[in-house]
């Protein structure tokens, strides 16, 4: 077999210019609704702007103070640090982990036991994410929530005890589905004589998963572990169930920002740290690639 | 054989555990709207439905789902189209950076949803005399979920074989027809995987919603869903549970509609 | 009628797949493109059905030069190595494909695609999806859509390669019979000889983006112009022996054989194929001595494998003439092939001898 699926040189005759037509369109929306905010972000995170007062009116550029200001800021670093664990935690841990599990569980099964771990994990997903916050407020509760009322731990305060704990958790069960997806679809890629072969030869489960699925499949663990850390990171919904609190134990950098922007209404230093998240999820972004993209082939020779 | 055996136990455990464990916050909406009494704690209900003759006095429920229909339909629409476009073409075509392009818009995307970029959009959207408009939410959320879209797409386009376009065009296909004919029927999966996408990301939205529609006319139901709250303050359990199941349905129905119809899929290959 | 002239392309990264090329096909042609892969000739295929950009020189297709024109335009049809039938349409959907897009009526197509797949024995399968036709009804589909837009060349990119050998055996057959009966001008790239022997009404050997040689099957196999086509054509390898001429003889592998007149002093390659050998149980100064170390079995004759002092000597004898593994045996060669530095000496043609083996 030729490769058909690789390199794809312009297959169906686009051209540049009926390309450039093509993307244009995603382009202009993405450059004044995206792009252009983006920058405008950048901008007021070198000045003073606030929501209200002299500054609103007319901000003055203040250069870094904004970065030095957050950088130095307890409060800053301790969010940062606990977005991390809650990244670490409920996405690359618990989404990617679960969602993989789950995947491998369920491949090669049919029937209505998929169907229906299929079913409710996408649900979990595809529910409206206000409506989400009130389910979990109704299992969550101090006083009436179903989840104490299950334990017989009446008056256990999950959120204000545990609020890191529980908005992971809440994390891993709102997006698993994403990585369970991915992994299903680049598991059906994985040949089956390649595992039998590995089966033949004495591999255990860790020792295939390490041998012959990861290496096959290293593109999507990439393309996974990208996107639902990117999401997760700039994730605002948790909000809904602690604000943040108590005590800011659970203030990830979303909620910070929104803390301090739009609460707080020091809207300079709000776009400040955005910014910020934008470094740190690039950074993220870029040891991922050197992690996973090793060993990509070239394949840019001419075709037979 | 006992290593096979604990294996399929332990598979089988695992998947007792994670159907109750993605189950057991959904019960709350399976029997609070039916509750004449409805508590925070998931219960067996003393079933009644004046719950939804309730709701739907209230003046904004309904007119907030068509809300919330016009303007996640519109921007499911308008993302599928423009993704797939674009997609199709960064595909097809190699143009330096383009990988660093997508990561970048990526990257910028996730931050821009954000709460620090509000202003500015507001401000944008004040400009472009978007507010209070439904093509407003659909252009500003749009704009946040195309990377992304592109992004996944990109990966379809990337796995169907260029030997199907390259027959169309030696028998004179244009390269719309290519798109037409061939493209989009064998990526559709991942189109309609990305409608469903678009369309839950807009439904469950609040925060550009909130901030771009003044005239509750116009709210969608995740913002109507914060309105149904006592004069005191406390919230209405008996209509929020109600209408959650109510607004949750039209979702879940298309979900249901298209992963049935076209398969659900957040990667390619080709069923042949 | 398509020309090459002067065609050259250049691929990214300094590779030249085609390498100036001349090449005039006729009305009618079965023309084939022979090499290892990498030689360029699926290249040249995509380059004449206008899915590649030449460097530089042109096509002409019917006197028009179609260079610069986009593969729509050409008139010509492509049957892919993998067929590139549409999963998501029927097969009466997929032949009509081309006509669709020539904006050709609903009727009318559908019309056409059933004559189509009649013809091919296809008229059973018109409504089912490429999914659901084994290798060999794929194969036909493909075929059927390229006919259907009656186009004045077809192009074969190995279009029998994903089939089992049985199959394509028939499909071979099948191929042939069909082009004759349509005459239309054809292009037919392989790597299998025995598929461009069977099929080519002329043969071009690649490699490196050269032709090496064209010529008819027979030419190409009994006078292949380089080593190189001598070892690529033939079921069975040709045995290309060193020797040296001096003093009126050659002197290859222990043998010692008459030179033709002309022969030049020194080095030379001995080219015979296992098919011309006679394998005797005596001795002779001008066979090739050897000990028998392998037999294979070809049905109606065995590939016997002589071995001296690390020379390898192959030669096909019929069923029931074999000599015992582990004795000595001599190899006589009846007709052969000098070789110096890689190319044939154009010595005069022998009379061909009738060897009672196909020659496939």
């Known amino acids: 077999m030729a490769p058909t699926t690789s390199p794809p040189g312009d297959a169906a005759g686009l051209g540049k210019a009926r390309a450039a037509a093509f993307v244009l369109p995603a382009l202009v929306l993405i450059g004044v609704f995206l792009v252009f905010p983006a920058l405008w972000t950048i901008y007021l995170g070198l000045t003073d702007y606030r929501l209200t007062g002299l500054a609103a009116a007319d901000p003055q550029v203040v250069g870094l103070d904004n970065y030095t200001d957050a950088l130095t800021d307890p409060r800053f670093l301790t969010s940062l640090w606990l977005t991390v664990a809650y990244v670490g935690g409920s996405a690359v841990i618990g989404q990617a982990g679960l969602g993989f599990t789950l995947a491998w569980i369920l491949r090669g099964r049919t029937g209505p036991v998929r169907r229906a771990v299929e079913g409710v994990v996408l649900l979990s997903w595809i529910l409206p994410s206000t409506v989400v916050g009130f389910l979990w407020f109704a299992l969550l509760d101090r006083d009436d929530g179903t989840l104490n009322a299950l334990l017989h731990t009446p008056g256990l305060a999950w959120l204000l005890d545990h609020p890191l704990l529980s908005i992971i958790v809440f994390n891993v069960w709102r997006g698993t589905a994403f990585s369970m997806m991915l992994y299903s679809a680049a598991l059906e890629n994985v040949p089956p004589s390649h595992l039998e072969t590995a089966r033949l030869a004495g591999a255990g489960v860790p020792q295939q998963l390490r041998d012959v699925v990861l290496p096959l499949i290293r593109r999507h663990v990439l393309t996974n572990l990208l996107l639902i850390s990117l999401w997760t990171f700039n994730d605002f919904t948790p909000f809904v169930l602690t604000g943040g609190g108590p005590e800011g134990r659970s203030e990830i950098l979303p909620v910070y920002v929104y803390n301090i922007a739009l609460k707080g209404g020091e809207l300079g230093a709000g776009a400040a740290v955005s910014f910020l998240i934008l470094l740190i999820n690039l950074i993220f972004a870029l040891a991922y690639l050197r992690l996973l993209r090793g060993r990509r082939k070239s394949l840019t020779g001419p075709p037979a | 054989m006992i290593r096979h055996t604990v294996g399929r136990l332990a598979a089988t455990v695992l998947i007792a555990v994670a159907l109750a464990f993605f189950t057991l916050p959904m019960l709350w909406l399976a029997s609070a709207p039916f509750d004449a009494g409805p508590a925070i704690t998931t219960s067996v209900p003393e079933f009644t439905l004046r719950n939804f003759a309730a709701i739907l006095d209230n003046p904004y429920a309904l007119g907030s789902i068509r809300n919330s229909l016009i303007q996640g339909g519109g921007a499911a629409a308008l993302v599928v189209v423009l993704a797939a476009l674009a997609a199709y073409a960064l595909s097809r075509v190699r143009v330096p950076g383009r990988d660093v392009l997508l990561y970048l818009l990526l990257l910028l995307s996730s931050v821009v949803t954000g709460t620090a970029a509000m202003v500015p959009i507001f401000e944008l959207a004040t400009r472009l005399d978007l507010i209070d408009t439904h093509l407003g939410v659909i252009l500003v959320v749009s704009g946040g979920l195309l990377p992304a879209a592109i992004f996944i797409l990109k990966d379809f386009m990337d796995e169907t074989p260029t030997s199907y376009e390259e027959s169309a065009r030696v028998f004179g296909a244009s390269p719309l027809q290519i798109l037409r004919h061939i493209v989009v029927p064998l990526v559709r999966p991942g189109l309609a995987t990305i409608a469903v996408w678009a369309l839950a990301s807009v439904w469950g939205g609040f925060l550009f919603q909130f901030i771009l529609l003044r005239d509750p006319d116009k709210a969608p139901g995740s913002v109507i869903l914060y309105t149904l709250y006592t004069e005191g303050g406390a919230p209405r359990l008996d209509l929020i549970s109600t209408f959650s199941l109510l607004y949750s349905l039209p979702v879940v129905a298309m979900y249901l509609f298209v992963s049935h119809r076209y398969g659900f899929r957040f990667h390619g290959g080709i069923k042949r | ?360």
Not at chain 3, 16 to 28: C, E, K, M, N, V
Not at chain 3, 259 to 268: K, M, Q, R, V
């Open chain 3, 1 to 360: 009628m398509i020309t090459l002239h002067r065609l050259t392309k250049d691929f990214p990264g300094g590779v030249r797949a085609l390498d100036t090329l001349d090449l005039t096909i006729g009305d009618g042609e079965f023309f084939t493109l022979l090499g290892p892969s990498g030689c360029g000739k699926t290249t040249l295929l995509r380059t004449v059905a206008g899915l590649e950009t030449p460097t530089s020189g042109t096509i002409h297709i019917n006197d028009t030069d179609v260079t610069p024109l986009p593969p729509g335009r050409r008139d010509v049809a492509m049957v892919f190595q993998d067929y590139a039938l549409f999963p998501h349409m029927t097969v009466s959907d997929n032949i009509a494909h081309p006509l669709r897009i020539k904006k050709v009526p609903r009727a009318e197509r559908a019309t056409k695609a059933a004559d189509v797949a009649h013809r091919l024995s296809l008229a059973e399968l018109l409504h089912r999806r490429p999914a659901q036709l084994s290798g060999g009804q794929q194969q036909r589909v493909a075929l059927a859509r390229a006919i259907a837009c009656h186009p004045t060349a077809f192009l074969f990119d190995e279009p029998l390669s994903n089939l089992d050998a049985r199959l394509r055996l028939e499909a071979r057959t099948f191929l042939k019979r069909l082009q004759r009966e349509l005459a239309v001008t054809t292009v037919f790239v392989t790597h299998d000889q025995a598929e461009a022997l069977a099929l080519a009404d002329r043969i071009a050997v690649m490699s490196h983006g050269r032709m090496i040689q064209i010529g008819t099957p027979a030419d190409v196999f009994q006078r292949p112009a380089t080593t190189f086509v001598a070892a690529f054509i033939g079921s069975t390898p040709m045995n290309l022996l060193p020797g040296r001429h001096t003093d009126g003889a050659l002197h290859v592998a222990g043998a010692t054989l008459p030179a033709p007149t002309g022969t030049p002093e020194g080095d030379l390659v001995y080219g015979v194929r296992p098919e011309y050998m006679d394998v005797l149980p005596q001795t002779r100064p001008d066979a090739f001595p050897g000990t028998v170390s392998v037999l294979e079995n070809l049905g109606t004759s065995t590939l016997v494998t002589l071995e001296n002092d690390g020379t390898l000597i192959q030669a096909v004898v019929p069923e029931g003439d074999e000599p015992a593994i582990g004795t000595p045996a001599w190899a006589l060669p009846r007709r052969s092939l000098l070789y110096k530095d890689g190319h044939l000496l154009q010595a005069p043609p022998r009379k061909p001898v009738y060897t009672g083996t196909a020659l496939l």
